[in-house]
């Protein structure tokens, strides 16, 4: 943004000269920064030094006397140096660094991510409409990095902040799949924040269905009837407290060979949960609307296959229910069957997520899948264990695990390996009523004992189960992500499908 004199006044006892911003009428140009290995020595990128020469190194000189090499993931206004461009903003990519697969993440990668959102928001808070990023020599990232720090949810406000438009310095199809990629997961973050008035399990389908217009994906949203005759007994006891009626949506695309087996993704749905009849503290239940994130991250990497045209056959099953304490309310100490026969006691109905899993696991088997994953923010539990770090991912395949991981590592959403021995197994099934029990008689091990339990529920030699409760939410540890609803991991999801 140029700074000009709108006409000279003339010098009057007490009163300043007046100036306007005289906003530039072309894009910005945001170009990325490396720190060099000795102190306050930095690099450009090969966009940032082309530009640089063309203004005779106007660039490095003004950001080499304006105060300290940028760090990683900071920015800096360094102003018009051409009149064929807007204004640049320098952002920071810190010094490169050497992969340790004891983080299991890509550093650098991380690092243009974050560069990304800096210059996105260096945009958004000069008012700025528009810019043309620099790809830092990896436009995928970048392009995840700048959608992920664009967005923001704000459906309900009606004084909503504009947005800038982003474009590539160097259009190319990297840039555009990472906005896809990026949007996937903002997708995500939309369902996550809705308020649960506004995303009941009807009006979750109606805009899924909307989302996915236009798309080669087969859409079915069944009914009560429909779980009824499939005898779901242990999804609708979750239903039955609640005045709005559950949905079960059975989504395929088919991007694979005609005779492939496909991969089944299911997520959970609970679109808000108090806890039933074992209601939850009143803090922070307004939280409990983003219960539904598995269904949200499995509903977006859908998206994202059939964007990307990935040659796979993709099944996504997502229960929708409610979980309120009606005067039809589920019990503790009820005994329901689910679909595969199995009884199950439901000591507490705020362990409600495994129990609508356990019918949609059930019909999963029905595809004869080449694999099986299910995605719920299932445990408190996990979120002791692992915090915001990591998913937590339970797997009957170490083949199929290390796909996941290594996508975890190139997208920089990680994930960790959580054990799930027969030991866990044993704990769900002392129950005094039943088959199964809904939670361990015995304490600790809460996330373990909720996948032993879901295990019971798929006959699939290749079934990953995440646990994303402790990473539902972002409130700093993700720094290109805003606070709120976090969308993990709906990229690593979807590499693992470009992958596995």
């Known amino acids: 943004m140029r700074l000009s004199c709108l006409k000279s006044f003339g010098r009057v006892a007490g009163r300043r000269s007046v100036y306007t911003a005289a906003p530039s009428e072309q894009p910005a140009v945001i170009i990325g920064v490396r720190q060099g290995d000795k102190d306050e020595s930095f690099s450009l990128t090969s966009s940032g030094e082309k530009l640089n020469e063309l203004v005779g190194g106007e660039i490095a000189s003004r950001l080499s006397q304006s105060g ?4 990683e993931g900071s920015s800096r206004l360094v102003g018009v140096v051409h009149p064929d461009h807007g204004p640049v903003i320098a952002v920071g990519l810190g010094k490169h660094k050497e992969l340790n697969p004891e983080e299991g993440i890509d550093t650098n990668r991380e690092a243009v991510r974050m560069a990304a959102a800096a210059g996105v928001k260096t945009l958004a808070e000069l008012g700025l409409p528009s810019g043309k990023m620099d790809t830092f020599e990896d436009a995928e990232v970048a392009g995840e990095g700048a959608a992920l720090a664009n967005w923001t949810f704000q459906t309900f406000k009606a004084d909503k902040k504009p947005k800038p438009t982003v474009l590539s310095l160097d259009e190319s199809f990297d840039w555009e799949r990472g ?18 008035n506004h995303l009941t399990p009807i009006l979750f389908a109606n805009k899924v269905c909307e989302e996915l217009q236009g798309l080669p ?3 079915k949203v069944r009914d009560e009837k429909w779980a009824e005759e499939m005898k779901m007994g242990s999804f609708m006891s979750v239903a039955r407290g609640s005045y709005e009626p559950l949905r079960f949506l059975e989504m395929t695309y088919s991007g694979g060979e005609k005779d492939a087996a496909p991969i089944v993704f299911v997520g959970k749905g609970v679109t808000f949960d108090t806890g039933g009849i074992s209601i939850k503290p009143s803090a922070k239940m307004d939280k409990m609307r983003a219960d539904m994130g598995g269904a949200a991250t499995v509903t977006a990497s859908l998206k994202a296959a059939a964007e990307l045209g990935l040659p796979v056959n993709l099944v996504v099953l997502i229960p929708l229910t409610e979980n309120m304490p009606g005067g039809k309310a589920t019990k ?40 099986v994953l299910d995605v719920a923010t299932l ?3 996990i979120s002791v264990a692992l915090g915001t770090g990591a998913t937590g991912v339970f797997a009957s395949s170490s083949k199929d695990f290390d796909v996941l ?12 390996r959580m054990p799930l021995w027969d030991h866990y197994a044993k704990l769900m099934k002392k129950s005094p009523l039943a088959d199964l029990n809904n939670i361990s008689l015995t304490p600790g091990g809460g996330s373990c004992t909720a996948a032993a339990f879901l ?27 805003g606070s709120g609803m976090s969308g993990r991991p709906t990229r690593t999801m979807v590499k693992f ?3 596995i």
């Open 405 to 416: 991981a290594a996508a975890g590592v190139h997208s920089g959403d990680r994930v960790w």
């Open 379 to 381: 445990t408190g539990a």
């Open 455 to 481: 295990r019971q529920f798929t006959n699939s030699k290749n079934w990953l189960h995440l646990d994303i409760a402790g990473v539902m939410e972002n409130e700093g540890a993700v720094p290109y992500l």
């Open 68 to 71: 300290k090499a940028l760090k």
């Open 179 to 196: 906005l896809k990629l990026g949007n996937a997961q903002n997708l995500a973050r939309e369902l996550m924040e809705y308020p649960a």
């Open 332 to 371: 503790p100490g009820d005994v329901v069957t689910a679909m595969n026969g199995k009884t199950i006691q439901i000591d507490n109905t705020d362990a409600e997520g495994r129990l609508i899993l356990a019918d949609a696991l059930s019909y999963a088997d029905s595809f004869n899948p080449r694999l």
């Open 217 to 219: 994906i087969d859409i």
């Open 497 to 499: 499908l470009q992958h």
